[in-house]
Nanobody, 124 residues
Framework: QVQLVESGGGLVQAGDSLRLACTAS????????MGWFRQAPGKGREFVAA????????YYSPSAKGRFTISRVNAENTVYLQMSGLKPEDTAVYYC?????????????????WGKGTLVTVSS
């Protein structure tokens, strides 16, 4: 049974930092591209960041680049999203995602597995 379990969300103030974690089970974690998406209230789900499985590499959305860092520890089946300089517009439910294709494929929404999400609220 595939599971992606996110943790680390919460209420923070603008400018604060927060680290999300996603622990996976039920599939070969090291063979999948892992990423994060988010969905703000009243908006569609959007890509945030991805970490490749085959060659060390990462990719970020323009809004995440320079503020967020994605990392993965294959030995722990865990992917992290370190967020700094948070803004009220970062408020969203953050979803962990796993895809069998590459980074660009995941970023376009080709996702095999989804987590249930963790809420991040940034107050001004």
């Amino acid at each position: 049974q595939v599971q992606l379990v996110e943790s680390g969300g919460g209420l923070v103030q603008a400018g604060d930092s927060l680290r999300l974690a996603c622990t996976a089970s039920g599939f070969i974690f090291s063979s999948y591209t892992m990423g994060w998406f988010r969905q703000a209230p009243g908006k569609g789900r959007e890509f945030v960041a991805a970490a490749a499985w085959r060659v060390p590499g990462t990719y970020y959305s323009p809004s995440a680049k320079g503020r967020f860092t994605i990392s993965r520890v294959n030995a722990e089946n865990t992917v992290y999203l370190q967020m700094s300089g948070l803004k009220p517009e970062d408020t969203a439910v953050y979803y962990c995602a796993a895809g069998g294709g590459g980074i660009s494929s995941l970023a376009r929404g080709s996702v095999d597995y989804w987590g249930k999400g963790t809420l991040v609220t940034v107050s001004s």
